[in-house]
């Protein structure tokens, strides 16, 4: 078992590498998309939504599977590292973008108004006054959704990434051992056990008082 | 692009074979929504006792495959059990690990919708002589479900999803069947198509909860 140690370590790099990425693009991207939809232009709107539905409704591992194997037809050859960031992130993308709109939306009318009427700009109220609000709501589902989604880089091992799940795998078919496995189970949940944890405080905190 | 995404000669070859697949997802989802069901309601029961221990336990297993992948799970049941000399299929550890991980998260919806049924509503059942049971099942239940329906509706969406999962122990579902057709015609477009059916099956459903969602929020 310990034989297969710096192994499954390297695939905990490969995931916490793929982790960060899913999720700093994920959600960035997803924060732009809600807030080019605040906007309020028509056709844009109806893209920015026809896209949250697509990657709403895909199966993640359909959208890895169908940017790994589909795009080398275009001649372009994503690895599966970059197929799997890619895939997650648009998911996650797509879920974030949703919440941070229906954050944004729950902000009532009046305080726009309000803002507006100060003399703040449209982006100065966005800043202060609208996201400032819309970010308390939108955090308990964006916590959930993040670890859900960033659970999914095991997903990766499909398409022969080497991370945590994958190199546990082929260590366990070189060693016919399922110790490996167990290894790796192990180090997911050393990994995201803190993390489910931590959200479990932050949901709480930040949770409205009723 | 046409030739190699939307090619119709291999649309129409693979389309038994990828259509097959659709029914098996749809079946596998007709068994496991329920299963999850089940599972999630026997820890929301367990939950509603009022003892520290039993909740203690409860969140534990609950975080516990709120933090473990899926699909290790999966390949734990199917590709680790044989080695302890149980060999099940793979459409066997399928039902058992939909029936632990999604009865987790549906078990901390539902009990999130126990809590929001007023402590009065059990103590009035109770005193109409209701026993426990009957208190929980005709009365806290009812509501329960109905003030957590676009979590439950949300993460059923999830777990039709995650039934690609299957495709990885060779459950002949959407997913496999599309891969298979893939390899035999060295093209992508049967991924394409099932990609379609999944969308056109679960954007209905996507569209309902964006709008239970955002009736949900506008409402506080």
Redesign the interface.
Known sequence: MLKYLPDILSGVVVTIELAVLVVVTGIAAGLVLALLRSLGIRPLNWLIIGVV??F????????I??IY??LP??DLSPSGFVSTWLSLALVLMAFSE?IFW??I??VAKGQWEAARSTGLSFGQTLMHVVLPQAFR?TIPPLTNRT??IT?????G??VAVTE??GQA?SA?SNSY??SP??L??AA??VL??P???AA?WVETKFA?KR | ?IQ??FNPEIIAASWPIVLAGLWNTVLLSLLVVPLGLLGGLILALLASVRNPMVRWTLMAWV??F???????LL??LF??LP??GLELGGFVCVAIAFFLNTGAYYGEILRAGIDSVPAGQIEAARSTGLSRLQAMAYVVLPQAVRNVLPDLLSNT??VV?????G??VAVPEL?YQA?QA?SLTY??TP??V??TL??L???P???LL?RL??RA??G?
């Open positions: 539905d697509l709403r409704s895909l199966p993640p591992l359909v959208v599977v169908l194997f589909g037809s275009v949703e229906a954050g939306t729950s709501l670890i859900a659970k999914g880089t095991a997903l091992t499909v945590i799940l795998s366990m051992n399922p496995l167990m790796g189970a997911y949940i995201f056990f993390v489910v944890v479990r409205w | 692009m190699s995404f975080d516990f709120r933090a473990f992948p899926p699909l290790v390949i734990l590709a680790g080695f302890a969406l999830e999803k995650l039934t690609a999962l495709s990885v997913l891969r893939q093209n992508a991924i394409v099932a990609a999944y969308f099956m679960l954007w459903v996507v569209r964006s969602e955002n929020l506008a506080r």
